[in-house]
């Protein structure tokens, strides 16, 4: 951890951007010979530089304008409340709760928290009057405000742009190895193009995004699209040497080639960004031509013939659900696809969106959840520093707090990394700052090229290595600071002294409490499908009752299954930080964490879709398939904490699938809409049936 250098989170055009946005304003205030204005505008830029990324333009505007505005508001607020050190206290522990919480919404949401808690703890160490506040504010809100206009003018990126032409290219040669013949002699198909979408998507392991998921369920249908592709050449060879002339064999010949054209309709459409046109025709022509296999082999008398067909009506039955998933999966995938995603979320009520904000957080106001854990830890920590400053005031002691909110961290081993390499790289840092400050010309034209060098250092090899990172940031704030006329000599010695007497506290609480994920990872995800399990149920009896009235329990339920959901991927996180975790775990834990994504998001969208549509009877057919949904995530819990199950125990989702098809009138839209929502509920639950029962083969052979 402490020496590791990832070259993918290298950016040197964003790095470049950020760097022009921070040194312009300080420039311009030189010029207008206002320096502190101009160190404030640049101070604004610097923290919304930490918010910019390569996605697309609106969200990527909407995301650094909301950091301006908390920045300004963060100047604001602890520039008034500095003078006041009870109101500086409450203010800020109350903020470092909220910045707590923010990890439960995502990476990017936590970092912004991380950044508006340090502005608010640098500026109420320095009161200001009412008036210089809000100039204050303005001026870093005009930071953030140019940071974001550069970073929406400059050099536009397509994110996620290798991930989807990797994935594309699996799905292009899936569609080639499928109207080949298979032969004996040579390797499982698109066995390179398979590893290379692997090492594309290992660059996501961290990443909890929408976008991130579904690339990697895509990954994850892939590779049982090729395990299904393999089994249906196998047996079409050997139905072939059975009997070439019997209709069967054609009809399977048949189905190959509308694979073969639905997986290239797939890869095209992650090439060029646009929505498979003829998706719904090549799958209904699929399924009739499952259905004719059917029909022409149910009467066969008993022999080898018999057999292979009917395992290939079982292939091509749980294809047909897996071409279903990838479709669904790429058409969202491309950016016409991501604005209709969006569009739909918003519509729904806040507590039926999977990446809601305000449900998310409500869901984790609990001591059961991981995030509520971190958040009361992190502001108590940061009340005791805030205490200690201004109890025990010494020069520059803002920097204790800053430092333990920079150092504290949900994850055991990145709270110690980055406590070590914080404190070495700010003393790396300082003595290199001494040594510029002794050796080159004290001009301002100088300070403000080696300001311009830092911030490029920092936003392009920092990402990398944290230690690289403090060893400019401690540089680059020595420089911001000395501009204004400040002694560098005070500056240099007091942020050494606070800065390793902040990380040690840091690591001093986590030290006492530690928490070691790989022993609690299983059971995180047993809790998980306990608590899907448990609202599925809930859902599935209303349905099956007509009842309105359980409406309280559902909501409970739901939120249980929030929290559930939150702790699995907080402990994968974690997990993924800990020395000895292998990329191969994290991607299987990825993939198996994505399929469950997709089997609650298809839980919700059947409780969202019950609201707007007219009560019907429930069919007999989706009483035993709700069942057996049930006793699945009963069985997947069971084997996650040990039990010894065999895969003849599961009961078969895709044949209760598709009696479920044909039963009730298709016409009748809440019936349409729980065949739709009942194939994403099957396709992932028998995808995380694959994952589980690989995890646990391989922790009994450890």
Same mark, same amino acid.
């Given at each position: 951890?402490?020496?590791?250098?990832?070259?993918?989170?290298?950016?040197? !055009?964003?790095?470049?951007?950020?760097? $022009?946005?921070?040194?312009?304003?300080?420039?311009?205030g030189? +010029?207008?010979?206002?320096?502190?204005?101009?160190?404030?505008?640049?101070?604004?830029?610097?923290?919304?530089?930490?918010?910019?990324g390569?996605?697309? !333009?609106?969200?990527?505007?909407?995301?650094?304008?909301?950091?301006?505005?908390l920045?300004?508001?963060? $100047?604001?607020?602890?520039?008034?409340?500095?003078?006041?050190?009870?109101?500086?206290?409450?203010?800020?522990?109350?903020?470092?709760?909220?910045?707590?919480?923010?990890?439960?919404?995502?990476?990017?949401? +936590?970092?912004?928290?991380?950044?508006?808690?340090?502005?608010?703890?640098?500026?109420?160490?320095?009161?200001?009057?009412?008036?210089?506040?809000l100039?204050?504010?303005?001026?870093?809100?005009?930071g953030?405000?140019?940071?974001?206009?550069?970073?929406?003018?400059?050099?536009?990126?397509?994110?996620?742009?290798?991930?989807?032409?990797?994935?594309?290219?699996?799905?292009?040669?899936?569609?080639?190895?499928?109207?080949?013949?298979?032969?004996?002699?040579?390797?499982?198909?698109?066995?390179?193009?398979?590893?290379?979408?692997?090492?594309?998507l290992?660059?996501?392991?961290?990443?909890?995004?929408?976008?991130?998921?579904?690339?990697?369920?895509?990954?994850?249908?892939?590779?049982?699209?090729?395990?299904?592709?393999?089994?249906?050449?196998?047996?079409?060879?050997?139905?072939?040497?059975?009997?070439?002339?019997?209709?069967?064999?054609?009809?399977?010949?048949d189905?190959?080639?509308?694979?073969?054209?639905?997986?290239?309709?797939?890869?095209?459409?992650?090439?060029?960004?646009?929505?498979?046109?003829?998706?719904?025709?090549?799958l209904?022509a699929?399924?009739?031509?499952?259905?004719?296999?059917?029909?022409?082999?149910?009467?066969?008398?008993?022999?080898?013939? +018999?057999?292979?067909?009917?395992?290939?009506?079982?292939?091509m039955?749980?294809?047909?659900?897996?071409?279903?998933?990838?479709?669904?999966?790429?058409?969202?995938?491309?950016?016409?696809?991501?604005?209709?995603?969006?569009?739909?979320?918003?519509?729904?009520?806040?507590?039926?969106?999977?990446?809601?904000?305000?449900?998310?957080?409500?869901?984790?106001?609990?001591?059961?959840?991981?995030?509520?854990?971190?958040?009361?830890?992190?502001?108590?920590?940061?009340?005791?520093?805030?205490?200690?400053?201004?109890?025990?005031?010494?020069?520059?002691? !803002?920097?204790?707090?800053?430092?333990i909110?920079?150092?504290?961290?949900?994850?055991?081993?990145?709270?110690?990394?980055?406590?070590?390499?914080?404190?070495?790289?700010?003393?790396?840092?300082?003595?290199?700052?001494?040594?510029?400050?002794r050796?080159l010309?004290?001009?301002?034209?100088?300070?403000? $090229?080696?300001?311009?060098?830092?911030?490029?250092?920092?936003?392009?090899?920092?990402?990398?290595?944290?230690?690289?990172?403090?060893?400019?940031?401690?540089?680059?704030?020595?420089l911001?600071?000395a501009?204004?006329?400040?002694?560098?000599?005070?500056?240099?010695?007091?942020?050494?002294?606070?800065?390793?007497?902040?990380?040690?506290?840091?690591?001093?609480?986590?030290?006492?409490?530690?928490?070691?994920?790989?022993?609690?990872?299983?059971?995180?995800?047993?809790?998980?499908?306990?608590?899907?399990?448990?609202?599925?149920?809930?859902?599935?009896?209303?349905?099956?009752?007509?009842?309105?009235?359980?409406?309280?329990?559902?909501?409970?339920?739901?939120?249980?299954?929030?929290?559930?959901?939150?702790?699995?991927?907080?402990?994968?996180?974690?997990?993924?930080?800990?020395?000895?975790?292998?990329?191969?775990?994290?991607?299987?834990?990825?993939?198996?964490?994505?399929?469950?994504?997709?089997?609650?998001?298809?839980?919700?969208?059947?409780?969202?879709?019950w609201?707007h549509?007219?009560?019907?009877?429930?069919?007999?057919?989706?009483?035993?398939?709700?069942?057996?949904?049930?006793?699945?995530?009963?069985?997947?819990?069971?084997?996650?904490?040990?039990?010894?199950?065999?895969?003849?125990?599961?009961?078969?989702?895709?044949?209760?699938?598709?009696v479920?098809?044909?039963?009730?009138d298709?016409?009748?839209?809440?019936?349409?809409?729980?065949?739709?929502?009942?194939?994403?509920?099957?396709?992932?639950?028998?995808?995380?049936?694959?994952?589980?029962?690989?995890?646990?083969?391989?922790?009994?052979?450890?």
């Open positions: 951890m402490l020496t590791r250098f990832d070259s993918s989170k290298l950016s040197p !055009y964003l790095a470049l951007r950020n760097s $022009v946005g921070v040194v312009l304003p300080l420039a311009a030189f +010029a207008l010979n206002m320096p502190r204005g101009g160190v404030v505008v640049a101070s604004g830029a610097l923290n919304v530089a930490y918010s910019d390569s996605d697309p !333009y609106a969200q990527r505007a909407r995301r650094m304008f909301s950091s301006s505005v920045c300004s508001l963060a $100047v604001l607020l602890g520039a008034l409340s500095g003078s006041h050190n009870a109101a500086a206290v409450i203010i800020a522990t109350l903020w470092a709760f909220a910045a707590g919480m923010f990890v439960a919404v995502g990476t990017t949401a +936590a970092d912004l928290g991380v950044i508006s808690l340090v502005t608010l703890l640098i500026y109420a160490a320095q009161p200001l009057t009412t008036r210089q506040a100039i204050s504010s303005a001026l870093a809100l005009g953030g405000l140019l940071q974001t206009a550069l970073s929406v003018a400059l050099w536009p990126v397509r994110r996620y742009e290798p991930e989807r032409r990797a994935l594309a290219k699996f799905f292009i040669e899936l569609a080639r190895a499928a109207e080949q013949p298979l032969s004996a002699t040579s390797a499982p198909p698109a066995t390179i193009q398979s590893t290379q979408a692997q090492e594309a290992s660059g996501l392991d961290r990443e909890s995004s929408i976008e991130a998921v579904r690339y990697r369920a895509l990954l994850s249908q892939a590779e049982r699209i090729r395990l299904s592709l393999l089994m249906l050449s196998r047996l079409h060879v050997r139905m072939q040497r059975e009997s070439t002339m019997h209709r069967s064999v054609q009809i399977l010949s189905y190959l080639k509308k694979a073969a054209q639905a997986l290239q309709a797939i890869g095209d459409s992650l090439i060029s960004g646009i929505p498979a046109e003829a998706s719904k025709e090549i209904a699929s399924e009739a031509l499952t259905l004719q296999l059917r029909q022409e082999t149910d009467n066969l008398p008993p022999s080898f013939l +018999a057999a292979a067909a009917k395992d290939a009506r079982f292939q039955d749980a294809l047909n659900g897996q071409l279903r998933a990838a479709l669904d999966l790429a058409a969202h995938a491309t950016p016409t696809g991501q604005a209709e995603f969006a569009k739909r979320e918003a519509q729904q009520p806040w507590w039926l969106r999977f990446g809601g904000l305000m449900a998310t957080l409500r869901a984790n106001l609990n001591l059961q959840s991981a995030v509520f854990r971190h958040a009361i830890r992190l502001a108590a920590l940061v009340a005791l520093g805030n205490g200690l400053e201004r109890g025990f005031y010494w020069h520059r002691s !803002y920097w204790l707090p800053m430092t909110v920079l150092v504290l961290k949900p994850e055991f081993t990145t709270t110690f990394s980055r406590g070590l390499l914080r404190i070495g790289g700010t003393i790396a840092g300082l003595f290199l700052a001494t040594a510029l400050f050796f010309p004290d001009t301002v034209t100088v300070q403000i $090229v080696l300001i311009f060098v830092f911030t490029l250092l920092l936003r392009w090899v920092g990402p990398a290595n944290y230690g690289i990172f403090a060893v400019a940031i401690s540089a680059l704030v020595v911001l600071i501009i204004t006329g400040v002694s560098p000599g005070e500056l240099i010695w007091a942020r050494g002294i606070n800065t390793a007497a902040g990380g040690a506290l840091a690591l001093l609480v986590y030290w006492i409490w530690p928490t070691w994920e790989r022993t609690r990872v299983s059971e995180r995800i047993a809790e998980t499908l306990e608590a899907y399990r448990e609202y599925f149920h809930i859902l599935s009896e209303s349905f099956v009752r007509n009842e309105t009235t359980s409406a309280r329990e559902l909501d409970r339920a739901r939120l249980r299954a929030r929290v559930a959901r939150t702790n699995l991927e907080a402990s994968i996180d974690r997990m993924g930080a800990e020395p000895g975790t292998t990329a191969e775990q994290m991607n299987q834990l990825n993939a198996l964490l994505a399929s469950s994504h997709r089997f609650i998001h298809a839980v919700m969208a059947l409780e969202a879709g609201l549509t007219a009560a019907v009877p429930a069919r007999t057919a989706f009483r035993t398939f709700a069942a057996d949904v049930e006793k699945t995530l009963d069985l997947l819990a069971a084997a996650l904490r040990g039990a010894h199950l065999q895969l003849n125990e599961f009961p078969d989702l895709r044949e209760d699938h598709r479920l098809l044909q039963s009730g298709q016409k009748i839209e809440r019936y349409a809409l729980v065949n739709v929502e009942a194939d994403r509920i099957v396709n992932s639950l028998n995808t995380l049936r694959e994952q589980v029962m690989e995890r646990v083969r391989a922790r009994t052979a450890r």
